[in-house]
């Protein structure tokens, strides 16, 4: 048995970060991570440690800086998706924000520096819209043609703040402590066309929040003059999810709904994440890196709990799984420090990834491959830029019924450096 995915658009009104019909499982679609700069190399990051650009993917990057920068970065994104099921086919565009963060030093004192990060960004999107007509013979010669719609909307998002700290140049450590908030919206919709009988509409309403921590550790090893090789890993733990569950039924033909407030199960949880990379850096010319990420949520509780699980009249027609990401990026700059030839200051990006979703829909896994492209173009001075980026992605495929999303995304960027932190001298 397979969900009948197929929809026109997402319901008008509300937030939510992401549209796709397999959203709505659990809380929706996990988003990429990362700024328009780590998205634009495939969104690796791990073992990065570059310091022309903000890097959150690695609480340990966040050394990665000039000693007397304030840096900041802000991004928004633009999705363009074509749906398709059997001969069926839809399409959906949507804008958003995807983060705003800021990083600064804390101390320098060798042989330990510090520096630190506060933001938010996204976590995961909830936006699908679908229905289907009732085909039972017996019910339509009652009450005439009946209409089953699903709609769902909202976001969960992290503010987060990072700490870390740079050891002898070469091990840089850090730690990161991650607040989940938002709402999702999910509504089932029953009309009938004799205007005699009695629709319904249930709406199931999850107010989230949960708290985590996440460990990243980096070291880079340089060979010659600019040659240098960085490893990197992350941890991240799960999180309990707290808040409550509000039931809304509205019967057609009453003036007053019915509402129930049910606190959440005690034992529901988003995936931690554990993660290794490697990079390869030629002074600020070239970087390469490839990352590798798995999470496990195969005991995080969606199933059977009303809001997050889908079920069939044979069970659950999704059910949570072992995520895992293989991304690869590159980094070209042709002259870092030309003082006669702006294109030459340009960094050029590239990367692909290849991620297993944390579900599966009626026992069949759920994968998404892509290609990223992008630019940053220096700003006035220091290492200001604007940084442009495409996706084109392709989630899910056209077998046993599912549902296959093909996807062009453009993100925008603004990288802003400045040197806040020095003390004047006169003579």
């Known amino acids: 048995m397979t969900l009948p995915f197929f929809a026109a658009h997402a319901e008008d009104g509300g937030t939510y970060a992401g549209y796709t019909p397999y959203s709505v499982f659990g809380v929706g679609e996990i988003m990429m991570p990362g ?3 780590n998205k634009t190399m495939g969104g690796v990051g791990i073992a990065s440690r570059n310091r022309r650009y903000v890097n959150v993917l690695n609480p340990a990057a ?21 749906l398709r099921q059997g001969d069926m086919v839809s399409a959906n565009n949507l804008f958003n924000i995807n983060n705003f963060l800021i990083s600064f ?40 043609n009946i209409t089953h719609s699903y709609s ?47 629709g319904i509409t249930k709406t199931n309403e999850l107010q989230l929040n949960a708290n985590a921590a996440k460990f990243g550790l980096q070291y880079e090893q340089p060979f010659g003059d ?16 707290g808040g409550r569950l509000i039931n809304t039924v509205t019967v057609a033909g009453e003036s007053k709904d019915t509402t129930n407030v049910h606190a ?28 590798y990420t798995r999470s496990d949520w195969t005991n995080c509780g969606f199933s059977g709990v009303n809001g997050l699980a889908v079920n069939g009249a044979s069970g659950p027609l999704f059910t949570t799984g072992l995520s895992q990401s293989l991304r690869a990026g590159v980094e070209y700059i042709p002259n870092p420090t030309d003082i ?48 442009f980026g495409v996706e084109l992605g392709q989630r899910g495929s056209l077998k046993n019924n599912m549902v296959r999303e093909t996807y062009v995304g453009f993100s925008l960027g603004v990288n802003l450096f400045d040197v806040w932190f020095q003390k004047p001298m006169y003579e």
């Open 226 to 241: 600019k040659l240098s090789i960085g490893l990197g890993a992350v941890y991240g733990l799960d999180a309990q999810l």
């Open 105 to 144: 030093p804390l101390f320098y004192s060798k042989p330990a520096d510090a520096s630190m990060m506060l933001g938010i960004r996204p976590y995961s999107s909830t936006g699908y819209g679908y229905g289907y007509y009732d085909t039972n013979p017996t019910a339509i010669a009652t009450v005439g």
């Open 340 to 387: 006669r030839y702006y294109y030459k200051l340009i960094a050029y990006r590239a990367g692909v990834y290849y991620t297993k979703e944390y579900f599966s829909v009626s026992g069949n896994e759920i994968y998404s491959r892509g290609i990223t492209l992008g630019a940053t173009l220096p700003v006035f001075r220091w290492n200001n830029g604007l940084t």
């Open 152 to 198: 769902g909307l909202g976001s969960i998002y992290q503010a987060f703040a990072t700490v870390g700290v740079e050891l002898f140049d070469k091990v840089s450590v850090g730690a990161e402590l991650t607040h989940y908030f938002g709402n999702i919206k999910k509504t089932y919709v029953e009309s009938l066309a004799d205007e005699a009988a009695v």
């Open 62 to 82: 966040v050394t990665a800086r000039d000693s007397l920068a304030f840096m900041s970065d802000f991004s928004i994104y633009e999705t363009n998706k074509i």
């Open 264 to 291: 959440l199960p005690g034992k529901l949880y988003l995936a931690g994440e554990m993660g290794v990379g490697l990079s390869v850096s030629y002074g600020s010319k070239f970087k390469a890196e490839v990352d």
């Open 35 to 37: 700024t328009a700069y």
